[in-house]
């Protein structure tokens, strides 16, 4: 059974995730059993995501966006419930769960670090890594009659470069309507549908094949790739 949910997962970050959180309980556990009076745990874990909590503000940070808490919320909502009874006995595993913003924004930089290292995004073998269910799509009818072949496609997509995207606005300008209808011309009249990304990734971006069959654009979440081989990718005829 093939899983193919696992390719849109990035595993890099579910990872760090599940390792943040044994940490965190590994936390609450040794504190549980220092404390005088034993607790239910189910206390102990209330009292730490209430700590956890907090007035956070985003920020960019070595590539990515993060969270850093400034202000404790949770942990003060807990006192005011608390500070008359036992707020002594969860104090602790209230300001475990606060400092475990700090953990989790630890561990996401460093699956961030991980994550570059095991997949390249400006490779774009890494959004392109399995083949076997994709299908060249015309999207303009300026497209010629083209045929996707995946060894051929695979074997031209070691050799692509990365190309200038400062011309972007002449694309633009290239596509002349024609009748008010459609475009006289498109410059990448082609999508490449069904292609999958390496497994446990969790990259995604739309493939667009050129006019001419050597330039590759790939549209992802946050930016463009735009790369040129120095022969076609597709193979010109009818038929897949």
């Known amino acids: ?23 965190v309980i590994g936390l609450l556990i040794r504190q549980s059993r220092k404390q005088e009076r034993k607790l239910p745990i189910w ?3 209330l009292a730490a995501l209430a700590g956890l909590f907090s007035f956070s503000f985003k920020i ?8 850093i808490a400034l202000l404790p919320l949770g942990l003060w909502v807990l006192y005011l ?25 630890a561990m996401a930089l460093l699956a961030g670090f991980i994550q570059g290292s095991l997949y390249d995004r400006n490779d774009p073998s890494t959004y392109l890594a399995h083949l076997e269910k994709a299908k060249l799509v015309a999207i303009h009818p300026s497209a010629r009659e083209a045929t996707f072949e995946e060894k051929l496609f695979a074997n031209t997509l070691g050799e692509v ?14 596509s002349v309507r024609e ?36 330039g590759l654009l790939l549209a ?15 193979k010109w005829g009818g038929g897949q």
């Open 81 to 105: 419930f608390l500070r008359n009874r036992s707020w002594p006995d969860y104090r602790k595993f209230a300001w475990i769960g606060f400092a475990a913003n700090y953990l989790f924004l």
């Open 179 to 214: 009748d008010g209808a459609y475009y006289r011309q498109e410059r990448f009249p082609y999508a490449l549908l069904g292609a999958e990304a390496r497994w446990g990734s969790g990259l995604h971006a739309v493939v667009y094949l050129e006019a001419d069959g050597m």
């Open 60 to 67: 960019p940070l070595l590539g990515q966006n993060v969270n």
């Open 220 to 234: 992802t979440q946050d930016r463009y790739y735009y790369y040129r081989s120095e022969k076609p990718m597709l």
């Open 43 to 45: 206390k102990v874990l």
């Open 161 to 174: 470069t990365a190309a200038d995207m400062s011309d972007t606005l002449e694309w633009h300008y290239e």
């Open 1 to 23: 059974m093939q899983l193919n949910w696992l390719y849109s997962w990035n595993v890099v970050d579910v990872a760090s995730g599940l390792l943040g959180w044994l940490a």
